[in-house]
């Protein structure tokens, strides 16, 4: 078969979109082959409608800030507007909005609950996804993934560094259906946790792009620039 897809970047973070619902083992085909193919990719999602609604999947059925801000683009056709739809992950439905080169999603919220793991080092589960965070390089990821990878679909590990008053993150994300363990070069989720963390509001990614969260009682609200780069077609 032969698929198209959409490389867009929200935020920097380079997203795969495939419009089309398939089987598990369809996208596992798909994944790996677009993987293999194209070097730019480090996330995949799959936007489609069924019974009327709307439906975005991540491609290993994760919940992606950057990859819900990418789908509002690709269901929007790359145009301003509104938009409604249900997302892996939480299976909740999200908001998205696309207006002046910026893609904004409403996430309903979701609680925070930090441990402390040492003086530099905390953990929390958001989104279902095991998130480690610190302000310090987290070096035993492979130890981390091999413990938790039974019981979670996505790990992500968000190291930040404070300079200049800014907060600058590193983030890297793995997701068990692709065992794919990218240094990515900017993370919504992460984000997320981070702005909670440590009470800030603008986030910075590796791309020197930012992205801004703000919490309210019903909704958290990711916003950033968004950017449709090119179209693709690869044979499955």
């Known amino acids: 078969m032969n698929i198209k897809y959409q490389l867009i970047s929200p935020s920097g973070n380079l997203t795969a979109i495939i419009n089309g619902q398939y089987s598990a083992s369809e996208k596992s085909r798909i994944n790996q082959k677009i993987f293999a193919t194209n070097k730019l990719v480090e996330q995949i999602g799959y ?4 019974d009327s609604k709307n439906y975005f999947e991540m491609m290993g059925n994760e919940f992606s800030g950057n990859g819900c801000r990418a789908a509002t683009l690709a269901f929007l056709n790359n145009n301003p507007g509104k938009i409604s739809f249900f997302t892996s992950g939480i299976n909740k439905i999200i908001i998205g909005k696309i207006d002046n080169g910026n893609a904004t999603v409403a996430i309903p919220s979701q609680k925070v609950n930090f441990i402390k793991i040492s003086n530099t080092i905390y953990s929390t589960v958001i989104f279902n996804t095991l998130m480690i965070i610190s302000a310090d390089n987290i070096n035993d990821k492979s130890k981390i993934i091999k ?12 190291s930040y560094q404070k300079q200049d008053n800014q907060i600058k993150l590193n983030p890297w994300f793995w997701v068990k259906e692709t065992n794919s363990l990218i240094n990515e070069t900017a993370c919504g989720s992460g984000s997320i946790v981070v702005a909670k963390l440590l009470a800030k509001s603008t986030i910075f990614q590796p791309s020197g792009q930012a992205l801004k969260i703000r919490f309210n009682k019903q ?12 179209a693709y077609n690869v044979k499955i």
Do not use: E, H, V
């Not at 936007?47 to 069924?50: E, L, P």
């Open 47 to 50: 936007i489609f409608q069924k």
């Open 147 to 158: 413990r938790y990878s039974d019981k979670y679909n996505a790990i992500g590990f968000m």
């Open 219 to 230: 909704t958290i609200n990711l916003s950033g620039p968004i950017k449709l780069l090119t």
